[in-house]
């Protein structure tokens, strides 16, 4: 692994000080720690106390730049350059003991180019980091996307609706389109390790309609620098202009945009 940047040892030092806060309260929620934002979406004390170790660790050592955190904090800086954090990727899977969550960590330029991506499972101890242009790696180890040709040997991830239902017929339709392309389909409930698991070779695409920028930053520039490909579902390759995302290699990454425009009509 190439020597590391401040920014990226910045972003580990804080996705690994939130993994620790989540193993501790990992299956030791209570209900009073559990909060609905709106409807069928949960914060816990966990996610906030989180956030907060993020935020002060990247505060600390780059005061001039901005924030962008799922649970509310917000910094305005003057660097021009942001960081989009997720501190707890996963919500509902942490609230029902269910061991896939992650950590996602991003910096992006003021022209939406991403320089900095860390995605920390820490149930695993996986971490997942990229900078741009100096490839992707797991643990420390180089990573790639996935080489597989075979349709009948992909296995891919996506996201479903849990609040809103305008887009579900869509999403069916996809989803019908997909499994007969390939080996099976799974759905673990975290963007943020979708996509870190297509940057490795675990999944062969990543498809989901409906996301924000945390649940997504770290996890693109994780694919791309793993030779992948990320586009919303217009093609377009500024994944900031919408918030779906397709991600995959070569051969899956245009396959699933095929579909993508055939039901979801960009």
């Known amino acids: 692994m190439t020597k590391t940047s401040k ?44 956030e907060a170790a993020i935020s002060s660790t990247i505060s600390e050592n780059f005061p001039d730049d901005s924030m962008l955190c799922e649970e509310g904090t917000v910094m305005n800086g003057s660097s021009g350059r942001t960081w989009i954090v997720d501190p707890l990727d996963g919500t509902l899977n942490f609230i029902h003991s269910f061991p896939v969550f992650s950590i996602s960590i991003a ?8 320089l900095t991506g860390v995605v920390y499972q820490p149930v695993l101890k996986e971490l997942f980091t990229a900078e741009r242009g100096q490839g ?8 790639t996307s996935s080489s597989r040709t075979d349709s009948e040997s992909f296995l891919m991830a996506t996201g479903l609706p849990f609040s809103e239902y305008h887009y579900l017929d869509a999403t069916l339709g996809m989803l019908r389109d997909v499994i007969h392309n390939s080996a099976g389909i799974r759905r673990a409930g975290s963007a943020a390790i979708d996509l870190a698991y297509t940057a490795c070779g675990r999944f062969d695409g990543f498809w989901e309609y409906r996301l924000s920028p945390w649940d997504f930053a770290a996890g693109v520039l994780l694919v791309r620098e793993a030779g992948g490909i990320v586009t919303n579902f217009s093609g377009d390759h500024d994944i900031f202009k919408e918030t779906s995302i397709i991600a995959g290699s070569g051969v899956t990454h245009p396959l699933l945009l095929e579909k993508a425009r055939k039901h979801f009509r960009t």
């Not at 910096?107 to 991403?114: I, K, V, W, Y």
């Open 7 to 50: 920014e990226l040892q910045t972003a580990i030092k804080a996705a690994q000080a939130a993994g620790k806060i989540t193993l501790e309260k990992f299956g030791e929620l209570s209900h009073p720690e559990i909060h609905t934002k709106k409807f069928k979406d949960f914060v816990t004390d966990v996610d906030k106390a989180c």
């Open 107 to 114: 910096l992006r330029e003021g022209n939406n180019e991403l």
């Open 136 to 143: 992707a790696y797991l643990n420390g180890k180089k990573i």
